[in-house]
Structures are given as structure tokens and as C-alpha cells.
């Protein structure tokens, strides 16, 4: 109680109340600036799973025609989109097993390396984040014609891994920056070979950012669709089937897969988060 009255007299002082408003002010602004963020961010997951229980046969909330679960049934029942998100899932599987030994022998690389040589393969080894999946795409088409090969399931594959090995580098690099170097010397020192050194010091470090890397390559390639696009030939991984189905008539089917991803997703979350707790509780 003694400490509250100066608190009062100096709120009600013209002085406190500026005060206290230039304190609040930061807050408010960050609390609008969250709220706006996390609407614009679920909102349209929101409608979409809105629509996915409307009677309706376009995804849409308004008019509500009914609460229906047929468009699961619907989903169930169609095998070309099954087919389609088979596919995506076989081409990520595939472009993770390309771009992660590529993107962790390119950081492994650019670590090595001082001075300007390293700025200029960085600058090199980055350029296809910046490059647009349609160019991507095109060139993978032209090259590989070339030798014969014209576009399908490996051809996507190799051209997502043109690019997505460099999210990989980039992670790869970030936590190699900073592992501590003379780790290794003294591993050398001991006797143990290269491969020892990177079978037991360094690939245990980086086990974090080759697991995120490989989510990051996965989750790239399963959405991609700029570059899939102009190498895909007869084959049709789900963006472009979806797309595709927007053009000629897309149903709340599609929302039903949506939602069903978004739970895994969210499911699988909890449980990598609740497993790195249960890791982290156990004494050690």
C-alpha cells in the first residue's frame, strides 16, 4: 500500500500520464500488429474449412446451403487426386534424397573457403533462389532434351533439386557457422581419419539442421509449381492438378484435403514438440 500511492500521484500528473501512454503505446501497436498478423495468416484457413462442410458445390461459405461431410466422401472416391498427391509425395521424397547430400556438400564447401573465392560461389550457389521457377523450369527443359530426355517424374525431380538444394546449403551453413573448428583438430590430432571426424563430431552437430532442411526441401517441392509446370510431361503431381481443377470446375473435395493436411501437420507439430520435451525432462 505505500508503494502505491506515489504511483498514483504520479499517474495523475500531466508528466505521468504522457509517461504511461508512451509506454502503452508500443505495446497496443505490437498487440494490433499481432492480431492483424495471425488474422490474415488462419483466416483463409478458416474459410477453407468452413467450406469444406458446406452443402454447397463450389468452395464457399456464403450462401451456407447445410453442414454436410460428403465432399470427404467425395475426396475418398477420387482416385485421380489420391494419384496426384502420391505422386508429389514420391517427388519430394526423391528431391530431398538429391538436394540434401548436394546442399551439405556445397556448405561443407563454402566453409572452407576465405576471401572473395567464397563470396563468389556463395553468390554462384544461391543464384537459383533468385532465379523464377518458370526460368528454372524452361532451361531444365531445353538441357535435358538435348540429351534426350524429355519432361516427367525425373526430370521435376531434378529440376526441384536445382533450386531446393540451395535451402539446404543456406541452413547447413547457418548452423555450421557456428561449430567450433578446432573440435575437429583435436579429433585429427588423436589419430581419427576425416571420415571419423565427419561420421562422429560433425554430422551429430548438424543432425538438427539436416532434419529442418529436409522438411524445408519436402514441404518446397510438395508446393511447387512454377517450375514442375514446364518439366512435368504427362505426370501430375497435385499443385498442378489442383490447378487444373480450379480452371474446370473445382469442388470443396479439395478443401476436405486441405483440412486433412493441415491436421497432420498440426498433429505432427505437437508431437515433435511434446518428443523434445520428453527428451529434454529425462536426466542425464
Known amino acids: 500500500m505505500a508503494l502505491e500511492a506515489p504511483v498514483a500521484a504520479r499517474l495523475n500528473t500531466p508528466k505521468g500520464g504522457l509517461a504511461t501512454i508512451a509506454e502503452l ?5 505490437f498487440a494490433i500488429y499481432m492480431i492483424l498478423f495471425f488474422t490474415y495468416l488462419f483466416l483463409p484457413l478458416a474459410v477453407m474449412t468452413a467450406a469444406t462442410f458446406n452443402t454447397s458445390k463450389f468452395p464457399t461459405v456464403t450462401p451456407w446451403l447445410g453442414t454436410t461431410l460428403q465432399w470427404f466422401e467425395a475426396l475418398w472416391a477420387d482416385q485421380a487426386m489420391w494419384k496426384a498427391l502420391r505422386l508429389s509425395v514420391l517427388i519430394g521424397i526423391c528431391v530431398i534424397a538429391i538436394a540434401l547430400p548436394i546442399g551439405t556438400a556445397a556448405a561443407l564447401f563454402l566453409t572452407s573457403l576465405e576471401g572473395r573465392a567464397r563470396t563468389f560461389f556463395y553468390a554462384v550457389m544461391v543464384s537459383p533462389l533468385l532465379t523464377p521457377g518458370v ?9 535435358w532434351r538435348q540429351a534426350g530426355v524429355g519432361g516427367g517424374l525425373w526430370l521435376i525431380i531434378l529440376a526441384q533439386s536445382s533450386f531446393i538444394a540451395a535451402y539446404v546449403m543456406l ?6 557457422q557456428r561449430f567450433d573448428r578446432t573440435l575437429e583438430e583435436a579429433a585429427i590430432g588423436l589419430g581419427a581419419s576425416r571420415w571419423m571426424v565427419f561420421r562422429r563430431i560433425l554430422l551429430p552437430y548438424l543432425k538438427p539442421s539436416l532434419l529442418a532442411a529436409m522438411l524445408i526441401a519436402f514441404l518446397q517441392s510438395f508446393e511447387n509449381y512454377n517450375t514442375t509446370l514446364f518439366v512435368r510431361g504427362t505426370e501430375t503431381p497435385l499443385t498442378v492438378f489442383i490447378a487444373t481443377k480450379v480452371r474446370t470446375g473445382l469442388t470443396p473435395a479439395v478443401n476436405a484435403l486441405g483440412l486433412i493436411l493441415i491436421v497432420l501437420t498440426i498433429v505432427a507439430a505437437v508431437a515433435l514438440e511434446l518428443s523434445k520435451r520428453s527428451r529434454a525432462a529425462k536426466p542425464a
Open 135 to 143: 526460368a528454372i523450369g524452361i532451361a531444365t527443359l531445353i538441357l
Open 25 to 29: 503505446l508500443p505495446r497496443i501497436i
Open 171 to 176: 541452413m547447413v551453413i547457418a548452423r555450421l
